[in-house]
């Protein structure tokens, strides 16, 4: 399986370490050997909203490559979302079957069309900005998966 993670400015670093450090692991654990992935991006360098520079492996590269693609969150989906290079980038990823995303990444799925007629869920202050894009926001959460009688 190869992923694509998406940086971009404005990233959540959270958001896209939240996903790469278990994702990645699935190789270096052994679990999955033939997982490959590459950070992508639009831009050669890409800053967070603090300063803190990512740089991609992929620059610029159609998505439509890989078979997962994970799109993190952040301030900088809000002027994203309206970005048509950065939108149609995106969209070069439309044959990918497995996309997924990560708090207000959930609004650039949208804003290339990947929500429509779907159910999706974002950060509760990004709900209105999500509406147009999909079928129903919903406020589904993972749920804890610990059982509390279990003692440790």
């Not at 790469?20 to 800053?47: H, N």
């Not at 939108?87 to 959930?106: E, M, N, P, Y």
Request: with cysteine.
């Amino acid at each position: 399986m190869k992923t694509a993670f998406v940086i971009f400015h404005h990233i959540t670093v959270m958001d896209f370490i939240g996903a790469y450090d278990p994702l990645t692991r699935l190789k270096s654990m052994g679990l999955m050997p033939s997982f490959e992935w590459d950070i992508c991006g639009l831009t050669a360098d890409v800053a967070d909203d603090k300063g803190l520079h990512i740089a991609p492996t992929v620059v610029g590269q159609p998505l439509c490559q890989y078979d997962l693609i994970v799109v993190p969150g952040g301030r900088g989906t809000r002027t994203l979302q309206h970005d048509k290079v950065f939108i149609d980038w995106l969209r070069s990823s439309v044959s990918v079957r497995l996309k997924a995303s990560v708090c207000t990444g959930s609004l650039l799925l949208g804003a290339a069309g990947f929500l429509k007629d779907k159910r999706a869920t974002t950060n509760r202050n990004a709900v209105e900005e999500l509406t147009p894009y999909c079928v129903q926001v919903v406020d589904d959460r993972v749920e804890s998966l610990v059982d509390n009688n279990r003692r440790c």
